[in-house]
């Protein structure tokens, strides 16, 4: 075991770096990133100390890949990325608040409405073809209505 790491020198831990860089880029989550930039560090550090032992260079490496996924995680908790369209990947969220007709009635809680180019199944209050509902909220794959008046309003 100690020949097979003795060979190790700071192009080794750069090269590894690099490969772990690239993973991050088709494995998503942030996390290769981490390990590389540790690898990348051991590198320049054994490259200004040549002379240390493969033992400490694996402890530095684990040490400096814990902390700063650790930091990360901490900065990232308090620092939450904010997007301009936060319902993006969820889809049924885009729908609470808009209003629909229906083209087909709801019977024993459940029915379908027509979105755009898609189905969706409801679930709600009996209602009949041509009820006005609201999308109060999203039950899985499943749009909660609630009723509204089907009449305009009175004078």
Known sequence: MNALFQHIDHW???ILAVALLVLEAFVPGTFFMWLGIAAGVVGVLLLLMPGMGWEYQIIVFAAISVASIVLWRLYFRKHPVTTDQPALNRRGQQYVGR?????????????????????WKILGED???GSRVQVTGVDGVQLKVEPLGTHGPEL
């Open 12 to 14: 080794s831990w750069w």
């Open 99 to 119: 209003t629909f007709t229906l083209s087909e009635p709801i019977v024993n809680g459940q029915g379908k409405i027509r979105v755009d180019d898609t189905t």
């Open 127 to 129: 209602c009949e073809v």
